[in-house]
C-alpha cells in the first residue's frame, strides 16, 4: 500500500470539487485497511502538529455523496477498493435457504453492479435502487432508498474494522446485523458514530421469488404506458434506469451528489399549518405520525429555486432538490447555493432542512 501526499480530491468525487488530501492511500483489502488505519495512528503520534491523538481519516468510496472543501482534508484519505475474491464479480453467495439468497460483496464493489449482478440471477430486493452511483461500502451508511425502496429492507449484515480502541496487532472486525445497523430514514449507526467502522463487506438478503416493488408513481405510470401489469425485475431494473436518466444529471458530464437535502418530517399539526398555507403540497404520512413533505415540492411551488446560480453553482434545472456545479465552482458557491436554499425554506415553513450530502474539510 502507498502512501501518498497532497492528492487533489476533484478527481473523486462527482461534484468534481475538493482541494488536496494531505495523505491518500488505496486499500484493496481487510489487511490494507488495517494498515491505513495504523498509518494514521502512528503519524498521528509522530506529528507535532497532532498533540498524540491519531491523524483524522476518512474513507471515501465513489465519492457521489460529498462535498469536500476547497482548502482539502488535512488527514488521511483511506480510497476504499476492497473487493470480494471468489466469483467473477467478486461476490460470494454465501449460503442459501429457502426462497431466499445471501449475496455478500466486498465494500469497494461498485454499487450498480452488484444490483445488476442480482438482477441477472432474478433475485429480488435492490432492483428499484438501480443506477445509484457509488460503492456498496456507502450503501448502509446513508442507508440509500429510492423508488420505494431502501438498501435497509435487504441489509442482512455488515462486517466492518471498529476503530474505535484500535489496536493494529489486534484489530477487530465486527459483524452487525440488521437490527445493530440501527437503520432509520438516510440514517444509521455509521452517521451516528463517524469514522468508527470502516465497513469491508456487506451481505444482502435477497428473495428468490416475489413481486416487484410498484408503490412509487413514477414506476406505475412508467408501466401502465407501457400497458405492463407485472413488469419482471430486468423490467424494473429497466425502467429505474430510464425514469432516472430523464430526471437526474449526468455526473459524469455535470457536477452533482445527487439531492442536496433529505425530505424534512413534520408533525400531523405542523403539516396542517403548511396545508393551510400551500393547499397543494404533498404529505405523505409515517406509521409514527408524522408527515413526510415533498422538499422539491416546497422548493420549486414556495421558495422559487429553480435556476438560483451563486457562482458557478446552483439548482438543476429539472429538480431543484438536486444541486450542480458547472466546470470552474468552488466548494464555497455550492454551500453558498445551500445557505441561501436552507434559508428560504426556514422562512417560508418555519423547517430546518438537513443536508443529504456530507461536508468534508
Ligand atoms: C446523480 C446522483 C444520484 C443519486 N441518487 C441517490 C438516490 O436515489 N438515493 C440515495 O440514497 N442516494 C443517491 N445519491 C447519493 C449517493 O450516490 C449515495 O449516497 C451513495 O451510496 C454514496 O456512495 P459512495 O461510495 O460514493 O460514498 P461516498 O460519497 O464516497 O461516501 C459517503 C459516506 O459513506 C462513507 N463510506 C463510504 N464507504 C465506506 C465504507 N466502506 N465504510 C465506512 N464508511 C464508508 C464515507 O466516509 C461518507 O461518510 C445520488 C448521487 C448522485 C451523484
Known amino acids: 500500500m502507498i502512501i501518498q501526499e497532497n492528492i487533489p480530491l476533484s478527481a473523486y468525487t462527482t461534484f468534481k470539487i475538493g482541494g488536496p488530501a494531505r495523505f491518500f492511500c488505496t486499500v484493496k483489502n481487510e489487511e490494507e485497511l488495517v494498515e491505513a488505519v495504523k498509518f494514521a495512528h502512528e503519524k498521528g503520534i ?56 445471501f449475496v455478500s460483496a466486498g465494500s469497494g464493489e461498485i454499487w450498480d453492479d452488484i444490483v445488476a449482478y442480482t438482477v441477472d440471477r432474478g433475485l429480488f430486493g435492490i432492483e428499484n435502487l438501480s443506477a445509484i452511483p457509488g460503492t456498496v461500502g456507502a450503501t448502509p451508511v446513508q442507508n440509500i432508498g429510492a423508488y420505494g425502496a431502501e438498501a435497509s429492507h435487504t441489509i442482512s449484515s455488515v462486517r466492518a474494522l471498529d476503530t474505535k480502541d484500535f489496536d493494529p496487532a ?49 414506476t406505475r405510470d412508467y408501466f401502465n404506458d407501457k400497458k405492463i401489469l407485472k413488469p419482471s425485475i430486468a423490467e424494473m431494473r429497466r425502467a429505474i434506469v430510464e425514469i432516472r436518466t430523464s430526471k437526474l444529471p449526468d455526473w459524469s458530464k455535470l457536477g452533482t451528489a445527487g439531492s442536496f437535502f433529505k425530505n424534512p418530517y413534520v408533525s400531523a ?89 456530507e461536508w468534508v474539510g
Open 269 to 357: 399539526v405542523k403539516f396542517a399549518e403548511l396545508k393551510a398555507k400551500y393547499p397543494t403540497l404533498p404529505g405523505f404520512p409515517e406509521p409514527d405520525g408524522r408527515v413526510k413533505i415533498s422538499l422539491g415540492w416546497i422548493f420549486d411551488k414556495a421558495c422559487n429555486a429553480r435556476g438560483l446560480m451563486i457562482g458557478n453553482a446552483g439548482t438543476y434545472e429539472k429538480q431543484a432538490l438536486v444541486l450542480v456545479a458547472k466546470p470552474g465552482a468552488k466548494a464555497v458557491d455550492v454551500k453558498a447555493v445551500a445557505d441561501e436554499l436552507i434559508t428560504r425554506v426556514k422562512e417560508k415553513t418555519g423547517i430546518v432542512i438537513e443536508p443529504e450530502v
Open 46 to 101: 509522530t506529528d507535532a502538529t497532532s498533540s498524540g491523538a491519531h491523524l483524522p481519516f476518512f474513507v471515501l468510496g465513489g465519492g457521489s455523496n460529498l462535498l469536500v472543501s476547497d482548502d482539502g482534508f488535512p488527514g488521511l484519505i483511506i480510497k476504499n477498493e476492497i473487493r470480494g475474491v471468489t466469483t467473477e464479480l467478486d461476490i460470494e453467495s454465501v449460503t442459501s435457504e429457502s426462497g431466499f439468497k
Open 170 to 218: 489486534m484489530p477487530k472486525f465486527v459483524e452487525l446485523s440488521n437490527t445493530e445497523c440501527k437503520f432509520g430514514y438516510r440514517d444509521s449507526i455509521f452517521k451516528h458514530e463517524p469514522g468508527r467502522y470502516i465497513i469491508s463487506r456487506v451481505t444482502f438478503k435477497l428473495s428468490k421469488k416475489g413481486d416487484v416493488t410498484m408503490n412509487y408513481k413514477d
